[in-house]
Each structure stands twice: as structure tokens, then as C-alpha cells.
């Protein structure tokens, strides 16, 4: 890890600024997934112990979204008094922020409030950075985002890596330089379009690349892969080309590549209250494919056999429908039982295990989606880049 990190800078005593992950699903002012928000105790504990004060910012991706619900589930979580202010600038935020006391949280309102966040307004920037006395960044989730709490506020004050940032860094960059191998990916989700560069990526180094989800649709529909009948199921269509030339590159370099295509589970449409698992050429006009069946989960699960890294992105079924999520459920848990290092990232596939109670199953639930793909990807992210050197 060549970025510092709070264990390399003085942070006693010192209000410091908190760029959270609290990007999480919120409906009807109540949170409903506190996977992220876990993700970041530990840096809170850390600076706590410390007697920093953190100021926590974020964004929430619904620009109108307040984050005044996270303020209860991060003090219950923690047993500390954490005080929202409905704005993260302006004088009542400066005299809050001055006044804070040790072993007290200040939760500041969505960045996004303010469309300076997401031009990366320089202003706006040394506003924020000049509440505290120190940044740290401990939002994976946004680590590819060029916004002003992310790219701006390290420009007027040191600024370094959270321990969750850390962990996703250091995890992730040894699954990508230097994996133990057989390396097998798992991608799943559903747009080829969005996990390619990914795939390309994983193309040059793994040994086996499983495909799961609406993706395995567009390929069992291709020519290559049978041209099966996908009756009323989800699949890309004029992706040909990219199949082509996925399938060439996975024979030139010898990565075995597997599209399970013994049996699917499927369902009238994405409510269904009824799972009918099904071999592949069963498939009816008004049948649509919503999960994998046992022994296409098998076809997966028997690549996992002495494997030394797994990475895992992306659900193979339809998990907010509790009728469709034995694949992914299935293949969570033969992860979690082998001996592999395992990664299991992207915003569904994190939630989904958040949910089954399985993310210290693995070697890293990583937080982020977009950040975690491109990072896989090979990208330089720019939040990471912003902070300072060891
Ligand atoms: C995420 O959830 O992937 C990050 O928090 C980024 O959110 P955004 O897509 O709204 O920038």
C-alpha cells in the first residue's frame, strides 16, 4: 500500500474530516441496509480511541435523499452521540464543527445538496476542508468519482486512506498483481456492456471465468453457445462481435470459460411468486429466466475446486425476488467454504451477502460497485490518486 493511511499521520485531538460510504439505500426516511455503514466503524473506533472528532461527509445518489437517517443507526451502532446538521456548509456548520467535543460524531447533509460537489468546485472544496484539520477518505464506493469532497478537499489538507479504503486497496491490487492461483472469476449481473473492460481484464490473467445472470442469457442466446430459445427472458442482443471476440481471446490464452447450460429456474416475470426449475431447452415463449438451476449452479461450483483466488461480481439470479436467489445463495456459500482467497464485490452482489449475514464469510465484501469494477478494470482511480504518498 503506497498511500498513507490514519495510522500514518497525527490524528490526536484533531477534527478530521470523513469522506463515508453512506451512499446506502434509504426508503421512507428509514435505512434500510447498513452494509456500508459498518464498513466504517472501524475507522471511527480508530479515530475515537484517538480523541479525534470526525465530521463525517457523503453524498447520496438521490440528490434530494437527506442522510439525517443515517445520524440514529451510526450512533446505535457505535453507542456514541451522533449530531446531524441539515447542510455540510455555512456558519451554523463552521460554530458546530469548532465547538465539536471528543467521543461526539458530526454528520454533515448530502454533498449533492450543492451541484459544487459534483463539478469539483474549488470553492466549495476549502469550505469543507476548512472544518477540520485533516481529510480521510474511507469511501471505497466513490473512489472513481472526480468530485469536490473526493479530489477537491485534498488539495488543503492532508489527506489519507480509512481503513476500510485501505483493506479494499490492498485486497484488491493483490488480486490483480499477484493472485494465487487457479484465479476464477465469477461475473454475473446483467449488462455485458458495463462488466467488459472487466471481463477483458480478468481475460488476460485468470484461469477460469464463469459467467452468471442476465449475461449468461445474452451468451446461451448467441450462436456460440447453442442460440438457445430464451422465451420471454432478459439477454443483450447485437452483441455478437463482443462474444466473438470474448470467446477468441478466453482460446488464445487458455482460460477455460463457462456459461452454465444444464438447467434455469424460471418464473412469469420478475415478481413471480413461483420458481419452475427447468432444463435450458424447456425453455416456453412465456417463461423468463430469473435464476440458475442446481446443476448449472454445480457447472460453476465445480470450477471453484482448488481454486486460490476467487472473485466474485455480480448476482446470477434475480435476488430481490427471495423466489430467485438459491444460485447466488448457493454459490455464497461454496465461496465462503473453500480455501481460496475470496472477493466478492459490486453493489448488488455486497448487498445481497449483507443480507444472508455473509460478508465476514469472505476475504473482502468489498463496498464498492462502479469503484470496485473499474479498479478490477485496471483504472487509476482519482480518489485514490488524491491521497498523499507514503
Ligand atoms: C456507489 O454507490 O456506487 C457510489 O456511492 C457512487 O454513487 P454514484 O453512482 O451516485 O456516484
Redesign the pocket.
Known amino acids: 500500500m503506497h498511500k498513507k493511511t490514519i495510522r500514518d499521520i497525527d490524528v490526536r485531538g484533531k477534527r478530521v474530516l470523513v469522506r463515508a ?1 453512506l ?1 446506502v439505500p434509504i426508503e421512507n426516511g428509514k435505512v434500510m441496509d447498513s452494509f456500508r455503514l459498518e464498513s466504517l466503524l472501524p475507522t471511527l473506533r480508530y479515530l475515537l480511541i484517538h480523541k479525534a472528532k470526525p465530521i463525517l461527509i457523503s ?3 438521490d440528490e434530494t435523499n437527506s442522510l439525517s437517517p443515517v445520524a440514529p443507526v451510526l450512533a446505535k451502532l457505535l453507542d456514541i452521540s451522533v449530531e446531524f446538521i441539515p447542510d455540510c456548509i455555512g456558519e451554523a456548520v463552521n460554530q458546530t464543527a469548532k465547538n465539536l467535543q471528543s467521543d461526539h460524531i458530526l454528520l454533515l447533509e448530502n454533498l ?1 445538496f450543492h451541484a459544487e460537489e459534483k463539478a469539483n468546485d474549488l470553492a466549495f472544496a476549502k469550505q469543507l476542508a476548512s472544518l477540520a484539520e485533516v481529510y480521510v477518505d474511507d ?1 471505497f ?2 473512489m ?2 472526480e ?1 469536490a469532497s473526493i479530489v477537491g478537499i485534498p488539495k488543503f489538507l492532508p489527506a489519507v486512506a480509512g481503513l476500510q479504503v485501505e483493506k479494499e486497496i490492498k485486497s484488491l491490487r493483490a488480486a490483480i498483481d499477484n493472485p494465487k492461483r487457479p484465479l476464477v472469476v465469477i461475473i454475473g449481473g446483467a449488462k455485458l456492456e458495463t462488466k467488459i473492460e472487466f471481463l477483458q481484464a480478468f481475460l488476460q490473467t485468470a484461469q477460469t471465468i464463469a459467467i452468471g445472470g442476465i449475461m449468461a442469457n445474452t451468451f446461451l442466446a448467441d450462436r456460440h453457445f447453442g442460440a438457445h430459445t430464451m422465451g420471454n427472458s432478459v439477454y443483450e442482443k447485437n452483441v455478437a462481435d463482443k462474444i466473438v471476440a470474448i470467446v477468441d481471446e478466453a482460446k488464445a490464452r487458455n482460460v477455460k470459460l463457462i456459461v452454465p447450460d444444464q438447467d434455469v429456474a424460471v418464473g412469469e416475470g420478475p415478481e413471480a411468486k413461483v420458481r419452475r426449475e427447468i432444463m435450458l431447452n424447456e425453455i416456453q415463449a412465456n417463461d423468463m429466466i430469473l435464476d440458475l438451476g442446481p446443476k448449472s449452479i454445480d457447472q460453476i461450483k465445480t470450477a471453484l475446486i482448488g481454486a486460490g483466488t476467487i472473485i466474485w461480481n455480480g448476482p446470477l439470479g434475480l435476488t430481490e425476488n427471495e423466489h430467485f436467489r438459491a444460485g447466488s445463495l448457493s454459490l455464497a456459500h461454496a465461496i465462503a467454504d473453500s480455501e481460496a482467497t475470496s472477493l466478492v464485490g459490486g ?1 448488488d452482489t455486497a448487498a445481497f451477502i449483507h443480507q444472508a449475514g455473509m460478508d465476514h464469510a469472505f476475504d473482502l465484501a468489498s463496498t ?4 470496485t469494477l473499474e479498479f478490477l478494470s485496471g483504472h487509476n482511480l482519482p480518489g485514490i490518486d488524491a491521497l498523499q504518498d507514503k
Not at 464498492?368 to 469503484?371: D, F, N, V
Open positions: 460510504p451512499n453524498h447520496h445518489s449533492r469511501d464506493t466513490t472513481h468519482r468530485h453493489g464498492g460497485g462502479g469503484a
